[in-house]
């Protein structure tokens, strides 16, 4: 029989499905094993999970599913507001690979905390694989787009740096087709849901900050907000401005929770000797299209995001069992040994910026 990696799963939500569909699709489904689900629901777990995990069990902490025996990783994907606690017990824990959704805190206290959790950890000699859930990284358009910006640059020298090119501006669109009360409504969640979530910042465009961050290779502060949000229906949008701290780089994000049309997400990038690229309407790639929601448009995003988690459980599976293995890449995640890879320290700065914003508006509306 095989010696399968064993993964915990904290979460009986849309993502917690989506990410456990995802590792049963993945190319190392047959040595990976989930074999418990950490919730609080009480009852059945919902049908599309429970046909997904037949015979798991179910219990009410990480500590009762330790019980079952030892894990090699886990998928945090619970209310954003409790995953913050739940990182930091699965450090405790020293459950050695753990991946968790966006947003990794709602606010900056609770990720400075998880920051000094993990060094803490690596200064005890312990290194933990922990993956947050940008998926975009792994999607085919906008990986794409990263290439062939890489491909473009050229670095600053200290003696010709009129040479140089980088990024001069990017402008991201991202719209969502429905409001997440909406969203929660046909899926069946809670009523509760789109309040946990977090502003439309923290939950919403954290993962563009995440890609500005990403494609630019720099950090950026918000100079300006236009937001509007219909109270009776939910529906919000928001256009974002901010510069770059190194390059000077010029940003726009566009948002939308009421696009109507479909869920729309793309990006325009403008270097400094004049290049155009593009997510969309490239020949190597598909074109960006419009679809029903994210879980359509990601689908191969996600697929490729719980493969790379599933290698990094079945590395430590074997390297608990003190056996070699050939995947030596993943056993620092902090640190950016696996390139794209989104670590802690990325999610704390899309959320610093998500807060920035916050402030701004705060600012807008009590001067």
Not at 112 to 132: D, M, N
Not at 140 to 151: A, Q
Not at 331 to 357: F, K, M, W, Y
Request: negative net charge.
């Amino acid at each position: 029989m095989l010696d399968r990696a064993r993964i915990g799963l904290v979460g009986t939500g849309r993502m917690a499905l989506r990410h456990i569909t995802a590792l049963r699709e993945s190319s190392l489904s047959k040595s990976i094993d989930v074999p418990v689900v950490v919730s609080n629901r009480h009852g059945p777990l919902p049908a599309q999970l429970a046909s997904n995990l037949l015979g798991a069990a179910v219990v009410p902490s990480l500590e009762d599913a330790l019980r079952a025996g030892p894990l090699d990783g886990v998928v945090i994907a619970a209310s954003s507001n409790n995953q913050a606690s739940l990182l930091l017990h699965a450090l405790e824990l020293r459950i050695p690979t753990i991946f968790i959704e966006k947003p990794m805190a709602m606010n900056v206290l609770e990720a400075e905390a998880v920051e000094k959790a993990l060094g803490a950890a690596e200064a005890a000699g312990i290194f933990p694989f922990v993956q947050i859930g940008f998926h975009r990284r792994y999607d085919y358009c906008f990986s794409g787009l990263r290439r062939d910006i890489l491909r473009n640059l050229v670095p600053d020298t200290e003696y010709n740096s009129s040479t140089a090119v980088n990024v001069r501006s990017i402008h991201l669109i991202s719209y969502d087709a429905h409001p997440p009360a909406d969203q929660a409504g046909v899926t069946g969640a809670s009523p509760r849901f789109a309040e946990q979530a977090g502003s439309l910042f923290i939950d919403f465009s954290t993962h563009d900050f995440d890609m500005l961050r990403w494609l630019t290779s720099d950090d950026f502060d918000v100079q300006t907000v236009m937001h509007d949000k219909v109270e009776e229906t939910g529906e919000e949008e928001s256009v974002i401005v901010l510069r770059g701290r190194r390059t000077g780089c010029r940003a726009v994000v566009e948002n939308s929770r009421s696009c109507g049309y479909g869920h729309d997400q793309r990006a325009h990038v403008l270097l400094s000797n004049g290049v155009e690229l593009r997510t969309e309407g490239h020949p190597a790639y598909m074109p960006n299209g419009i679809y029903p929601d994210f879980l359509v448009r990601y689908e191969k995003a996600y697929l490729e995001q719980m493969d790379l988690f599933a290698r990094a459980a079945c590395h430590a599976r074997r390297v608990a069992k003190g056996l070699k293995s050939e995947d030596v890449t993943v056993e620092n995640s902090r640190r950016g040994h696996l390139i794209g890879l989104p670590t802690i320290s990325d999610a704390t700065a899309s959320l610093q910026l998500a807060v920035q914003c916050e402030r701004l508006l705060q600012e807008k509306i009590q001067p």
